[in-house]
């Protein structure tokens, strides 16, 4: 498939995601994994309120059903029903008439950003707030106002989706993206349809390491998830990538593992080096987003982030403004293919050695011009230095560095020496 | 008390010690410790002459009370009683009428700067000589000069003093600075004030590490000090400084250890690169004080240099101009700021653990806003930063260097987090 | 002898040399043997065709007596005689009339180059060729030629010569040159005049490493006489020095060895940068001669090249261009210094340490002023940074490199420290 079909495919799947009510918990995230399931063969779980994760515990189940503020004459200034992002995440229920003086203090807007409806959230200390942009707060004049939460707190769980596809090997490769963030488009629609994207795409190759690809609500969800699974992530993980903010066309952006040397980090700056070279490398000090939990020491996993803008660094992030206008089917299908050349690299990237003492004799093998003239040693020479530096050492990654190509151009010629035997892969 | 303060107090004390005839050995030494005494508790240690010193023997004691150069008319040119420089250091005695000619081969004095007396010593071999400006150099006409020292060399011998403030740990910090040049004021009344007011410092504080506070003739003075302490300040030295040039207020000077990579190296370049980023970094090759002892192989301790200008690189250097006008109270007082600094970072340099497995829930404890929205991480990412690189691997300065913020911006929240038990340190 | 009369030496070599028909195989080696005999022991060998050296074997020796194209008029537009080139290296034998298009096929000129005869071969497939300039090829009429090569491929030998000098010690120095190219002077007249007058400076010598010394037809020779001395050689080798490409006088270059940081390409950087500061580093990608053998994955010799221009950068290379005009007496001796500086630093290069704690007084020696003044400690600061690094894990060329000197600038003051007991070498 072209990369523009790709790309238009991603930005649709966003589009779809994008109405949905997603919070920490409830409806939106399900509703988000009925329509992913039409994707993919994800296997859904619900892990009960109050459950320990390490230092947390799953909170209450939020469910939120309608919010407004009325004015005296009760027409409605601000309304759930025109944009969900109006209603503070896990807000308290409320219905009251209060003062503008008291109503104040549960209203949030940016003062830099007026007609931006911020995304604010109180997940772990209950109270009840509103979101508006800044020209809106402005017009509200001294008075009464009606104040209507129509929400839930109680018992429930928190939903996440996992899948796994199987390689020929035990090792796996972790894709995680979170699932928790309502109506904005690049953070995290785009992810999420990369997610998507990515492992339909991995189920569809032939592959030797096994994908382990997670959905979850971030930071409590890559928690839960590895209160869970730790043991075997840390034993079987050797790269991962959190997937967020992939979907803008304005830069890429590389956010290194806390270790950043790890095979991840080796083989995304290697690809974002050779594709994308004018690409921002972040240090761990920027991170934001689950690579803090997969990071963090006695966890220790090899995770990175390949992002267009990265979060926090567009105008538009936490903001009504991160619509599906900041998002393209070109940012997308860039961010897809950078992974897709990632995983890539990752499937080839083994160890090599010669089986030549000294240079061989490609002429008797049909890969050297069997004249030898000023310049015809060039057609050869990625053969030779390819053998040059496969010294048992150094892996596929590692000699595209040495050669200062990218990855991918090996492959072919690799595959070449391999045929006639004049390279193996050891492992 | 204040910097300023501070400042004058050291000011004072060089003041004081600057008319001092301090040598090698002798009366001058002596009457130093007297004042310092009345400053520290001091032990005072006297080493008979022809005491062994590894390559090296302790010489004789000099002792000087006048000399003078007269011309035919009787008349003083130039007399020890006018300034001490004007005898060469360790001169023998003499009594003799003298030609012109003769004489120049006695007289030691700087083409270059020809209206300052230079310091001029010989130690190890016995001669007679005089000091003088260039210009009074010029000004002698052809005819007999009767020249006049009063010296003694005889068996005597030299004199040091030692303090040790213990802390908890036996393990050491070393400050170390030599009494053997007369009048010269940052070379190095500055050096021994610095050491006076830290030692003082240090008694008054309370303190893990254990100090031992030299104050030594250079180069024979830490050779004689070593080969009666050098096993055990190789077992317990973690960090030592020398004390020279601390009081011109012009520029700071790094005079690394021959290692290069050492705790006293590490804390220095932090402390230093935090508060004075245009310090000049010299190289091991540029070493003259007693580092060229504690550093040298077989030795190998942890000893670094802070100072102003370097040794050798101000022009009053090795002159009397290098009079009281060349330090202030200013220069002094930065001095003292950065080794206090230093010595702050050693006592809280540990190497620190977070206690979780991921990120803690900073809100529950009262670290942590409850409502996040665009910025307010910011607020409690300090502590987030700390935990994410407190991996049981690396010490305070490490963790401020990951951080790219100074040893001292991080003691609060260290404490901050040591107090919930989420962070604790090591051994 | 001074290094203008070396150089004269080494041209008029390498002008006795451009005349001889070497190739891979056959009477112009033995030629050029039986002239390098006039000035060195050689022992030279032959190896029959056939014989196997890792996955080459030594082809059929060549042999031409002459060669030419003539016209329908009989008129011999090119002729073996007027310049070897004009016959393809390895050329089968031909004798036939052809049309000018059969003819084009087996013609090779340089459309950018067109008044030089290139320099090609087919040494591994039978074919027959000649080459001509680009101006020659453009006069060509449509019509009739006949083409007449006498060349005989046949079961033979290929020739190499080798000389070890033994010294002290078993460990040793290799230098290696080939002697396959015809008439081009810089490549490698050049090479294998200065491996002459270094092997015959190297008797001359007394010395501590054994020395072997080769000259062969480049690749096939490198790996036919690996395939006879491998084992030995990879026990025995402590640095080698490919030698091509050493008689023009542009500029210095080096190629390092695949390892890059072996003993060889240590004390050749080291050597180059205190020398000739502006050379041209290249890496191993752009490696060309036997180093590709010698340094090749399970080979792993310690080799290197310096070069004047490097193979392949100066135009007249692999062309009848290629003349006693590009290389130069002063280019000859250039390179003849510099690798007899390498040489020397090899020889001297030992691990050193002081036999002192602390320093040493170098009064009471005579290596050191007896008066201290300003300045005058840099007269003996050169031993006393000797000994500050001599610390038993550092070698000669460690010591220049924290000293920032020249390894030559240290023999002396080594050997005066080493006199009187101060340093002494390990191993």
């Known amino acids: ?12 799947l966003a589009a779809k995601l994008y109405p949905m009510q997603r919070s920490l918990t409830g409806a939106g995230v399900r509703e988000t994994f009925d329509l992913l399931s039409e994707y993919l063969p994800l296997r859904v779980c619900e892990v009960a309120t109050g459950t320990p994760a390490f230092d947390w515990a799953v909170p209450k189940e939020w469910a939120v059903s309608d919010g407004y503020i009325a004015d005296e004459a009760g027409k409605k200034i601000i309304s759930y029903k025109t944009n969900p992002l109006h209603v503070m995440g896990y807000s308290a229920p409320i219905d009251a008439v209060v003062s503008l003086e008291e109503l104040q203090e549960h209203l949030h807007s940016l003062e830099g950003q007026p007609e931006a409806i911020p995304y604010v959230t109180s997940y772990y200390k209950e109270r009840w707030g509103f979101c508006l942009t ?11 106002y009606r104040v209507y939460i129509d929400s839930t707190l109680k018992e429930g769980s928190l939903t996440y989706a996992e899948l796994v596809v199987p390689g020929k090997r035990t090792e796996e490769i972790l894709l995680s993206t979170y699932v928790c963030h309502p109506s904005l488009a690049n953070d995290n629609c785009s ?8 492992a339909r795409w991995i189920m569809s190759e032939s592959r030797n390491y096994t994908y382990r690809v997670v959905f979850i609500p ?3 969800g890559s928690l839960v998830y590895l209160s869970k699974h730790m043991d075997e992530m840390k034993k079987r993980t050797r790269a991962g990538f959190v997937l967020t903010c ?8 590389f956010l290194p593992s806390r270790d950043g040397a790890t095979l991840a980090d080796r083989v995304a700056q290697h690809v974002l080096a050779a594709r994308e070279p004018g690409y921002i490398a972040y240090t761990y000090l920027d991170r934001g987003s689950d690579e803090r939990q997969y990071c963090s020491p006695g966890v220790d996993l090899p995770v990175v982030s390949i992002m267009r803008t990265k979060y926090g660094m567009y105008p538009e992030y936490h903001t009504s403004l991160d619509d599906l206008s900041v998002i393209s089917p070109q940012g997308l299908a860039g961010s897809f293919a950078v992974h897709k050349e990632c ?3 990752l499937e080839h990237n083994k160890i090599y050695k010669t089986t030549c003492v000294g240079e061989p004799q490609l002429g008797k093998r049909g890969l050297y011009p069997t004249v030898s003239k000023k310049g015809t040693v060039g057609d050869a020479q990625l053969y030779l230095d390819i053998l040059a530096y496969a010294d048992g050492t150094r892996d596929l990654i590692d000699i ?3 050669l200062r190509v990218s990855v991918s151009h090996l492959f072919e010629p690799i595959a070449a020496l391999e045929a006639v035997q004049l390279l193996k892969s050891l492992d």
Chains 1, 2, 3 share one sequence.
């Open 400 to 402: 595209a560095k040495a």
């Open 191 to 198: 992810g999420i349809a990369l997610a998507t994207f990515l």
């Open 246 to 253: 992939v979907g803008d066309d304005r830069c890429y952006s």
């Open 1 to 12: 498939m072209s990369e523009h079909a790709d790309g238009e495919e991603l930005y649709a």
């Open 134 to 144: 800044h020209t809106q707060r402005n017009a509200l004049k001294k008075g009464a």
């Open 218 to 220: 971030e930071t409590i």
């Open 343 to 345: 995983i890539g690299a």
